[in-house]
């Protein structure tokens, strides 16, 4: 069944929201939507990768600065790239009419009241039970990192972050990124860059992979709740992730140092990042 235009637009508003916030946000703002023909599964995981993609774009793009890659090229990747790839697979799915079938909703959508007070009470309703959900998925990840779902995430990355050329100390704050966040795998390098112990195209490497994947659990777990497919959001999205950062680095590898000074990293990678770092 087609979407109306109102619809689309509806929807474009709560990614909107995601990109400049967070997902969290975006899930709240969806929840508050009239959505009445709902989601297709093919609908909600193309909106799914886009907000997973470029979430937090803004704040995230900072601390990329501070670790050393340009705003402009953190924009192009997670934004440009990401948009994309959502547009590729949106055409694909369309093409062989795959996850037709509408999508399963867990978002509590409220009901729409001319009586302002109805409306408030429905408005308090779902964001509590939004919160229930939230705690449970916090829970839940604690449970994988006791029983080691994490450290397995861990070892599953490594050999693939070293072939597609990621350095060794890179890669090692690249599975925090991934598996905890860009705040903390942001901050780790961060701390790494001024001490020039990571090469400058490591730098990049591991922030752009981080920038596209990272809080794979909480993450994959926040747009699964509005129907996304998870082998689209997770399988497809590392598949698309590290395809794009052996791509990005073996393009520019043999470009000179000043043309990666001026388009895609900056001053805060210090003189010794440049040198021959074991």
Not at 56 to 69: H, K, M, T, W, Y
């Amino acid at each position: 069944k087609q979407k109306t235009a109102y619809e689309i637009s509806a929807c474009l508003v709560g990614s909107e929201m995601c990109i400049r916030d967070s997902p969290y946000t975006g899930l709240a703002v969806l929840a508050g939507l009239p959505l009445e023909n709902g989601l297709t599964s093919a609908q909600a995981s193309v909106l799914g990768l886009l907000i997973l993609f470029a979430h937090s774009l803004p704040i995230e793009a900072l601390i990329c600065r501070r670790a050393g890659v340009r705003i402009r090229a953190t924009i192009f990747v997670r934004l440009i790239l990401g948009f994309v790839f959502c547009v590729m697979l949106h055409q694909f799915l369309n093409a062989t009419n795959l996850l037709s079938s509408q999508a399963t909703i867990i978002i509590p959508f409220s009901e729409p009241s001319p009586i302002l007070l109805d409306w408030v009470l429905n408005q308090i309703k779902t964001l509590f039970i939004i919160f229930i959900i939230i705690v449970l998925i916090v829970i839940l990840i604690e449970i994988f990192k006791y029983i080691g779902i994490q450290r397995l995430i861990e070892l599953s990355l490594k050999p693939f972050l070293n072939l597609i050329g990621v350095g060794e100390r890179a890669s090692t704050i690249a599975v925090v990124g991934v598996t905890l966040g860009i705040g903390f795998g942001g901050g780790l390098l961060i701390q790494e860059v001024k001490s020039g112990k990571i090469k400058y195209k490591d730098v990049f490497g591991v922030i752009t992979l981080i920038g596209m994947l990272h809080s794979v659990i909480e993450d994959t777990g926040l747009v699964s709740l509005m129907g996304a497919n998870i082998f689209i959001t997770l399988l497809l999205r590392c598949i698309l992730t590290l395809l794009c950062v052996y791509l990005i680095l073996k393009i520019f590898s043999n470009y000179s140092e000043d043309f990666w000074k001026k388009y895609l990293v900056n001053e805060n990678i210090p003189k010794q990042s440049y040198g021959n770092i074991s």
